[in-house]
Structure formats: C-alpha cells, structure tokens
C-alpha cells in the first residue's frame, strides 16, 4: 500500500501529526510520503501562506481571532462554490498527477486546505483514492464542512453531532483521537528527564510554551514568576522557532528563569515539568494529555484554541487563565497539588496514545476494500478543468470504490 499524507506549514503541530502517522503507517507495511498541501496551488502560495500565518499568528492574535470568529459564523465558509474553495481546488490539477504518478492507494490529509483539494478532486474522478482527513482541534472548524472525505476522524466522540451539523456524513466518522508521536505516549521519570535537559533535579518546574510559532505575553509572564517564585523552583520558557522571543527574554537577565529556542525534546520538558502552562493549540494540548502533565491553559490567540480549551476544561484534562494573570494562576496551580493530582488522573483515564495507530488501520482496512483496475492511459494535460479539476480525470483511473 502507497500513502501520500497532506499537512501544511503552517505550524510545527501538523507536520507532527503527519509524522505519527507516517511512523504507524510504515510500521503496519504501508509505503508513506509527505508532502505540503500548499505547494500543489504553487510555491509562492505555501510561502505566502505560511509567512502571514505565522506574523498574524504572533503579532495580532485579536485580528487572527476576529476573522476565525466571523468565519466560524458563516456558513458560506462550508460551500463549495465560494471564493476560498475555488482558490485552493486550483491545487487539484497537480495533486491528481501526483497521486498518478506516484500510485497512491491513500490520501491522509491533517489540514483543511489539502482535504479541500480532494474534495475537488473526487468530485471529478469517481476512482478516487481513499481519502481520509485528520481534525486537529476539539471542535469542527470553518471550511471543513465543504469536504467529502471517506473517513473524517475526529478528537472525541462527543464532537460528532457538531461535525455532522456542518455537513459531514455521519457515517465517515471516526473517533480516534488527535494523532501524537509514540515518544509522548509513556510518563517518563521526572529526574531523568532533568538530568537529560541539564536542570537541577531539586526544586519545583514551570514550563510555559507559546507553540511551535511562539506567541503570547511570556517576557512579562516570565519576569513576573522570576520576582514571586520561591527559592529553589525555576521555570523555562519554550519559545518554538521565534528567535525574537528568546532574544528579548535574554537581555531580561532573568536568575530563575531561562528561555529555550525550537527543541525535538519536548516530551522531557513535559516529564520535568511540575506545572505546564501553555496555549490550547489542539495538537500540543493532546501531546500533554497523553504524557500526563499538570496542564494550566491560557487562551493566547482565540478561534479555534478557545474551543479547545473550553473542551479540555470541561473534561477535567486541564485548568485554565487569562493571558494576562498566567504568572500568579501558575504559582497557585503550582501549590495546589489536589488539582493537579485529579487532572493527570483523568488524562491518564482518557488518553492512551494509540490514535494514529487506529487511524492506520482505518485507512488500510478502507484500501483493501477497493478493487483495482488497470490504468488506462497517461495523465493528459491537455484535460479542461473545473476550478482547476479535471472533467475527464476518470479517465485515468487506476482505482475504485
């Protein structure tokens, strides 16, 4: 079996859930590529894309919250014949000579802008390949109910009457999970994880992640704990790949305080954390559910993340504050050792880490069901397109289902 996953660079979290899924895919035999969803609309796209989303992302979280909300009120957002889907279906011409070339009997998408593409795509050829899509946050986001896929996993059960609400087909639905990375499935021990990071194995541990990208208030957060820590607990702050945050939390001089740039070494952060704080971006949040860590959410950026924290709240997986109070809720959170006792004890309850192996074994079960034809002849490029689809893609079939 071929696999093509579909992420987009649009933050480190999706590019993580593509890995997990290609690293339980191959372990089940499958043959797994990765690719960006974005490149197939063109280079510049990805890059334009991928640039402002990460400046808006940081610079104006009210602005990026304001168009997530008016989006996520909408429901022009989830028709397939509004401008946002016309634009990104003009990535399905390339995408459908890739899956040619390339024999795919799957695509796995962990991003609503490639899922859109395939739903262009499979609206024009009726042998598809399987298609399957990832959710990435507890909640059905805009432009998600203009897709079509033939398996739409989704975090938690109790999510399936707002997904098909927005349109999709109940009987596509699977809950899974969010797909993690098998190196967060197991609670590691906390002193090796220090000894591994370089901290001191005594005293109490905050960490505060502002995600992948890097956003939020952390150089008063930090200097804020820096004054009211006591003697002997220390803090970390991960600062993901912006570089100007770390640059301003280390002309701060903090003595408890230090800040760290884009590390692959989370999970032992986590381990040696008796307290994380951090944004409720869906994939991270998940990542910690799954570790079993103290988890204090601050609603940093909005849309879609405030629905992820009201979700995680609302099942006991985390506490929460507002971005403008983390230092004192994470000293109080620190000292509340009941609280946090019962959160990790309902992760522990909730979450086992298997999601992308379940999610494999959809997809491949989904593959054998699907009787191969022979290709009948080379892509054409000559074909007319409908927003950028094929017409005569059926054509060129080399499956069905």
């Known amino acids: 079996m071929r696999v093509l996953i579909l992420t987009c660079n649009t933050g480190g979290g999706h590019n993580a859930v593509a890995a997990a899924l290609r690293d339980s895919l191959q372990r089940c035999g499958a043959s797994c590529d990765v690719m960006d969803g974005l490149g197939f609309i063109s280079k510049k796209a ?22 997530y909300m008016s989006a996520e009120g909408d429901k022009e957002m989830d028709r397939r014949d509004g401008p946002v ?30 899922a859109m593409m395939m739903t262009a795509l499979k609206q024009a050829w009726s042998a598809c390949p399987v298609f399957c899509f990832v959710a990435t946050d507890y909640t059905c986001s805009p432009t998600v109910g203009a897709c079509t896929p033939d398996i739409c996993v989704i975090p938690h059960e109790e999510l399936a009457d707002e997904f098909v609400s927005c349109g999709i087909a109940r009987d596509t639905l699977l809950p899974a999970g969010i797909p993690v990375r098998s190196a967060f499935r197991e609670h590691g021990d906390r002193a090796a994880a220090r000894r591994a990071l370089g901290l001191p194995e005594t005293g109490r541990h905050i ?21 009211r820590m006591a003697d002997g607990d220390f803090a970390t702050v991960l600062c993901g790949s912006n570089k100007q945050m770390r640059y301003a939390l280390e002309l701060r001089r903090l003595y ?14 986590m381990d040696s954390a008796d307290v994380l704080v951090s944004k409720p971006g869906g994939i991270s949040i998940t990542e910690a559910g ?39 809720s994470a000293l109080a959170f620190l000292e509340d050792e009941q609280q946090r006792q019962a959160i990790t004890a309902a992760q522990s309850r909730d979450f086992d880490g298997l999601a992308a192996d379940r999610v494999a074994a959809a997809v491949l079960a989904r593959c054998k069901k699907c009787p191969q034809r022979p290709r009948r002849q080379p892509w054409a490029p000559s074909l007319r397109f409908l927003y950028g689809v094929p017409l005569a893609f059926r054509a060129n079939c080399r499956y069905t289902c």
């Open 207 to 227: 960490v505060l992640m502002s995600g992948s990208i890097g956003c939020g208030p952390m150089g008063d957060v930090a200097e804020d704990l820096d004054m």
């Open 256 to 269: 408890r305080v230090e800040a760290m740039g884009f590390t692959t070494q989370v999970q032992l952060y």
């Open 85 to 114: 889907y016309r634009y990104i279906a003009r990535g399905a011409r390339r995408l459908g000579r890739t899956l040619q070339s390339g024999g795919y009997d799957a695509v796995v998408c962990v991003h609503v802008i490639p």
């Open 46 to 67: 990805s890059k334009f894309v991928s640039k402002w989303h990460t400046r808006f992302y940081r610079r104006y979280p009210k602005l990026y919250k304001a168009g």
């Open 290 to 328: 799954t570790r079993g860590v103290p988890l204090l959410l601050a609603d940093m950026v909005g849309g879609c993340e405030t629905r992820n924290e009201a979700f995680f709240t609302a099942h006991g997986w985390a506490a929460s504050c507002p971005p403008d109070n983390m230092a004192a």
